[in-house]
């Protein structure tokens, strides 16, 4: 599986973005995607996942209830809804995959991992 995240750019404080994870492989839809950041300065940590049917969603209590995952696996293409966004939503966002389940925010357990992309807000 090869995934690829997109949507990034600046935006103002309370503003919002959407990100998207479009993914290679007939597999996808057997697959749990994780939304993942780093900041400057900062280790690379857990923003939410999505299971592979997307019945269950998981979120960081930093991002509850302003950012919202869903898929269309039809699309093979996952997205990230971030809402109400705050000077320190900045950061890389990465999308990743696993078809273990488990810990949803343990990175070392996804197996596929896309290339970042930055968001920026500003205050």
């Known amino acids: 599986v090869q995934l690829q995240a997109s949507g990034g750019g600046m935006v103002q404080a309370g503003g919002s973005l959407r990100l998207s994870c479009a993914a290679s492989g007939r597999t996808f839809d057997t697959y749990n995607v994780g939304w993942f950041r780093r900041a400057p300065g900062k280790e690379r940590e857990f923003v939410a996942q999505i299971t592979w049917s997307g019945s269950y969603t998981y979120y960081a209590d930093s991002v509850k209830g302003r950012f919202t995952a869903s898929r269309d696996n039809a699309a093979s293409t996952v997205y990230l809804q971030m809402n109400s966004l705050k000077p320190e939503d900045t950061a890389v966002y990465y999308c990743?995959?696993?078809?273990?389940?488990?810990?949803?925010?343990?990175?070392?357990?996804?197996?596929?991992w896309g290339r970042g992309t930055q968001v920026t807000v500003s205050s």
């Open positions: 990743a995959a696993k078809r273990a389940v488990g810990v949803v925010s343990a990175l070392a357990s996804y197996d596929y």
